[in-house]
């Protein structure tokens, strides 16, 4: 319970600094000059701009982060004959070391972020993004705002690790929200978030406190093989859809308080 308020808070402070702004017309941003500072390794700090365009990785180039095992896959000098069981090696990253910050701004196109690696805080808090959202298989060293963000199309952080904190809380996701074996390290906060479509969370882990208090699923919600290891809120939570929760499993406190199953 000690984060939710601390959450609301937040959520409240954003919503007052929006409409405190000014009702002028907003500059426009090509997507390519946010591409361009990204690979020049500068970090990206933009408030209440429209960005035209896709915001897509693969456009540009980037420096990579080989994981963990690089060079000692199966077939390798050092497996073959060895009777060591190495693992299969996955693609490597993309990285970036600098911040990322899009706040209160107007994403006019898709985003595509997935299989990188991202070393600076990362912020869309208060963005509209129109188009589909993909960061999956991506990972976060440090703490990520997408507080009252609204994805337009689907948005995929299917397999992406959250290394630090990271706020859902307010969010619209008009389209379909994959979340599927994505591992939340520290606090996941999706207060008061809106699914409009499916909500897929299955074999998501969550290994210490997540928030749902008060998100409402119109559509299916499928947390099943979920776990849980910290304290587990959904009070007030709106299940419209079917709520799946088969072999989820939870290793501390689940809180359903007052929450609705239509």
Not at 7 to 25: E, K, Y
Not at 84 to 111: C, F, K, M, Q
Not at 160 to 166: C, E, S
Request: hydrophobic share 45%; charged share 25%; glycine share 12%.
């Amino acid at each position: 319970m000690r984060t939710i308020p601390a959450l609301i808070l937040a959520a409240l402070l954003l919503a007052a600094s929006a409409s405190a702004g000014s009702p002028q017309a907003r500059e426009v941003v090509a997507a390519s000059e946010i591409l361009a500072r990204i690979e020049r390794g500068e970090a990206v700090s933009i408030d209440n701009l429209i960005v035209e365009g896709d915001l897509n990785l693969s456009e540009i180039g980037l420096d990579l982060a080989p994981k963990l095992g690089a060079g000692l896959g199966a077939g390798s000098a050092m497996s073959e004959g060895s009777g060591i069981n190495l693992p299969v090696l996955a693609e490597e990253e993309r990285l970036i070391s600098s911040p990322i910050s899009i706040t209160n701004s107007e994403i006019r196109g898709d985003i595509r972020f997935d299989k990188t690696v991202f070393g600076g805080p990362v912020n869309f808090a208060g963005t509209d993004i129109a188009g589909n959202a993909s960061f999956a298989e991506a990972r976060f060293e440090n703490h990520v705002a997408f507080l009252y963000t609204s994805f337009g199309g689907n948005a995929s952080f299917k397999d992406a690790r959250f290394d630090g904190r990271v706020y859902f809380s307010g969010d619209q996701f008009r389209g379909r929200a994959d979340f599927e074996g994505a591992e939340f390290r520290k606090l996941a906060g999706f207060s008061y978030a809106k699914f409009v479509d499916d909500a897929d969370f299955k074999g998501a882990k969550f290994r210490n406190e997540a928030c749902f208090g008060g998100a409402k699923f119109r559509d299916d919600a499928d947390f099943g093989g979920t776990e849980f290891g910290g304290y587990a809120y959904f009070g007030r939570a709106r299940f419209s859809g079917r709520a799946g929760l088969g072999e989820a499993r939870f290793f501390e406190i689940a809180n359903f308080y007052s929450a609705r199953l239509d």
